[in-house]
C-alpha cells in the first residue's frame, strides 16, 4: 500500500531561520506530490504541487519543494522563516485515483 | 480562488443520536468530493469518496452504514454518522475536487464532534 512519512514532527526555529522539511512516499509510478499547510483554527491550504516537468516547484509565500524520484523524496524548503509560518505542514501523494494520503504532519514553531 | 464550507463548525451530541454535516463547494461546481477523519495531532484519514448521483466509495475499515454519505447535488455532500459513539468524537474534514484533469482538492474548515 502507498505510504507517506513525514520524519520531523515537530519543529521550532527562529525567525530567519533556514527550513527544510523531510517527505518520502512508496510507491513506484507516477505520482502527484503536494505540501498544505494548515494555520492554528484554519483549514487546510494549498502552498505548492509538483505534477510532471521542472522538479523544482515554487509555492505560495516563499516555500519551494524538490522532487527527487530516485529517492521518492518531495522535500519542502524555505530560507527564511517567518513567526507567521508557524502552522502545521502535511505532504501528500496521489496515485493513480483522485485519491490524496497525507503524511502524519509537521508541526513548525516560529519564534520571533 | 475555490471555497469550500461546512456546517456545522462544531457539534455535541448524545449516544446514540445521528448527526449530519453539511459540505458545500460555493464558487464551484465538485462532481467528485471526499470525507476525511483527523485524530489529535494526526494526519488526516479518508474515510469515503462522494461522486455526485452515484454511491460514495469508502476505504478500507469504514463503515458505509455507519457513515452516511449523500452527494445530491454538485455543489452539497453531507456526512450523517448515524448512532453516535463517544469514539467517533472526531474532526471530520471535507474536500472538493475542481473539475478537470489534475484538479486540485480544496478543503472546508472541519467540523468537531463531540459525543458524550
Known amino acids: 500500500a502507498q505510504s507517506v512519512s513525514q520524519h520531523n514532527h515537530h519543529v521550532i526555529l527562529s525567525e530567519a531561520a533556514s527550513l527544510e522539511l523531510g517527505c518520502n512516499y512508496s510507491y513506484g509510478g507516477t505520482v502527484n506530490l503536494f505540501w498544505y499547510v494548515q494555520y492554528p483554527g484554519q483549514h487546510l491550504q494549498l502552498l505548492l504541487k509538483?505534477?510532471?516537468?521542472?522538479?523544482l516547484v515554487k509555492g505560495i509565500k516563499g516555500f519551494e519543494a524538490e522532487f527527487i524520484k530516485s529517492k521518492f523524496s518531495f522535500n519542502l524548503r524555505k530560507p527564511s522563516v517567518q513567526w507567521s509560518d508557524t502552522a502545521e505542514y502535511f505532504c501528500a501523494v496521489r496515485v493513480n485515483t483522485d485519491k490524496l494520503i497525507f503524511g502524519t504532519g509537521t508541526r513548525l514553531q516560529v519564534f520571533p | 480562488g475555490a471555497v469550500v464550507s461546512q456546517h456545522p463548525s462544531r457539534v455535541i451530541c448524545k449516544s446514540g443520536t445521528s448527526v449530519k454535516i453539511e459540505c458545500r463547494s460555493l464558487d464551484f461546481q465538485a462532481t467528485t468530493m471526499f470525507w476525511y477523519r483527523q485524530f489529535p495531532k494526526q494526519s488526516l484519514m479518508l474515510m469515503a469518496t462522494?461522486?455526485?448521483?452515484?454511491?460514495?466509495?469508502?476505504e478500507q475499515g469504514v463503515e458505509k452504514d455507519k457513515f452516511l454519505i449523500n452527494h445530491a447535488s454538485l455543489t452539497l455532500s453531507t456526512l450523517t454518522v448515524t448512532s453516535a459513539h463517544p469514539e467517533d468524537s472526531s474532526f471530520y474534514i471535507c474536500?472538493?475536487?475542481?473539475?478537470?484533469?489534475?484538479?486540485?482538492?480544496?478543503f472546508g474548515p472541519g467540523t468537531r464532534l463531540t459525543v458524550t
Open positions: 474536500s472538493a475536487r475542481v473539475p478537470g484533469l489534475g484538479g486540485e482538492q480544496y
Open positions: 509538483y505534477f510532471s516537468g521542472d522538479p
Open positions: 462522494s461522486n455526485e448521483g452515484s454511491k460514495a466509495t469508502y
